[in-house]
């Protein structure tokens, strides 16, 4: 009988890597490592890393080296990178690092439990390699569905776009968007498990299919989507202002279970900003897109977003950022200091705007989110929410669920309720979360 091998992942930034660790637990399973919380304990471990946001090298190196340690006490753990960085650095990181055993790229995950295989008999590996074209379509491993109420699904990868500013064309490579039947396959089997929540995901997922002859548009998507019994929720991320189309707007008024939130990353406010990113779209573009989805859908929460400090960034750009929040109103707001991703185009600007000054940008930037989304928190106490029950939070002494709107909401209640829809009336409102009681009386629901 062989012994139970033990996976520790550690993931940095986005929600793609987090869906990529995912699937990484899900296809090392298959080869008998179980998931565990404790690095101490792990045969194997991983760093799924990203280089979308700031220092991901540094915090690549430094978390490599908190693990030597164990590496030091245990010579059969295995240590592997993955994800972006180590789609740019490849057999560098294996020359710079004696002690790591794997890196894989983004493209390929599907390799990884034979690489451990061979790992395991002493050899040390690195793959990153790039699979263009339809081969690829093969190659998107399938998601873990071992459950929960909500869950991620990618029906698409890579980005065409080239922000100037962004590597992820560079180590994600060109888009490529999943067969139809193929999600709708999936999305079908994570329904009969009981999900009634899914993301669709994807570097850019409103431009999926674009590229495909006889698949459907994003829209469509969604429609063929809304028709999986079972499926009460349907949200997506992340999204590109310039490919928020007229049908995907109707989307939002004609699609009940597609839930009243866009993510909608804007970047900057200023204009000449925004053609030096090269985002394709401008300021007023911008706005008329989120007053569409704020006609066709009242209450959508929009969340999103924006980089400071960008090359040339003067402070009346900066202002203009500022009110651009102010004008959509943001819910919510991811916010950077941009710092130069080498081979980008923006690597061959000036990096112009002082260190101090970036950060006192970003500040002020965030001071003035955290007082919109605690105004927008506040604005639904007293409102009757529909929450998908999630489970019991971190804290473990309420449930945990989130509305269509996708404001995280707490309150007291029977763990059973976990998997329903329930309505629930707002008491209090935090910066990162609503607080509730069950209504019993039913009532209406007051926002989406
Ligand atoms: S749309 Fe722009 S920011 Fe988003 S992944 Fe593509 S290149 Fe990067």
Not at 60 to 88: M, W
Not at 136 to 147: C, K
Request: charge should be neutral.
């Amino acid at each position: 009988m062989t012994s139970v091998k033990l996976l520790y992942v550690e993931t940095f930034g986005c929600q793609m890597n987090v869906s990529d660790s995912e699937k990484i637990v899900a296809l090392l399973g298959k080869v008998g490592y179980h998931p565990t919380q404790d690095s101490s304990r792990a045969d194997l471990i991983i760093l799924n890393t990203c280089s979308v946001r700031d220092k991901p090298e540094q915090k690549v190196y430094s978390t490599l080296g908190k693990f030597k340690r164990l590496k030091n006490s245990n010579r059969r753990l295995l240590l592997a990178v993955g994800g972006c960085v180590a789609q740019q650095e490849g057999e560098r990181l294996l020359k710079k690092v004696p002690y790591l055993d794997i890196v894989f790229g983004t493209h390929n995950l599907h390799l990884l439990p034979e690489m451990v295989r061979q790992a395991e008999d002493g050899k040390r590996l690195a793959e990153v390699g790039f699979i263009d074209g339809e081969a690829r379509l093969d190659l998107f491993p399938v998601e873990d569905s071992t459950g929960g109420v909500s869950r991620f699904v990618t029906i698409m990868q890579g980005c065409d776009n080239f922000c100037s500013y962004c590597i992820v064309p560079y180590v994600r490579g060109r888009e490529i968007s999943r067969r139809s039947a193929e999600i709708v396959q999936e999305i079908g089997d994570l329904a009969a498990k009981g999900v009634k929540e899914v993301t669709l995901l994807g570097q850019n997922v409103n431009s999926y299919g674009l590229k495909s002859a006889g698949e459907p548009d994003f829209a469509g998507l969604l429609r063929q989507v809304a028709e999986i019994p079972g499926i009460e929720r349907i949200r997506f991320t992340t999204s590109h202002p310039k490919d928020i189309s007229p049908p995907l707007i109707a989307c939002f008024a004609e699609l009940e279970k597609l839930c009243g939130h866009a993510h909608l990353p804007a970047q900057s406010g200023s204009d000449a900003v925004l053609a030096k990113m090269n985002r394709g779209y401008s300021r007023k573009d911008y706005l008329n897109k989120v007053a569409a989805l704020k006609a066709i859908r009242p209450g959508i929460q929009i969340t999103g977003d924006m980089i400071v400090g960008f090359p040339g960034e003067s402070e009346a750009d900066f202002r203009d950022t500022l009110s651009l929040m102010e004008e959509v109103g943001f819910a919510d707001l991811f916010s950077f200091k941009y710092s130069v991703r080498p081979g980008t185009g923006a690597a061959g600007y000036p990096d112009d705007v002082d260190g101090g000054v970036k950060q006192e940008r970003l500040n002020r930037l965030q001071e003035l989110q955290l007082k919109m989304t605690l105004e927008t928190n506040k604005g639904f106490v007293g409102t009757v929410q529909e929450v998908l029950v999630e489970g019991v939070n971190r804290r473990g002494d309420q449930l945990f669920g989130r509305t269509c709107g996708n404001r995280a909401v707490n309150f007291a209640g029977d763990p059973a309720l976990t998997g329903s829809s329930t309505k629930v009336m707002i008491t209090r409102a935090f910066r990162n979360s609503l607080f509730g009681e069950v209504c019993e009386s039913g009532g209406g629901i007051d926002v989406s």
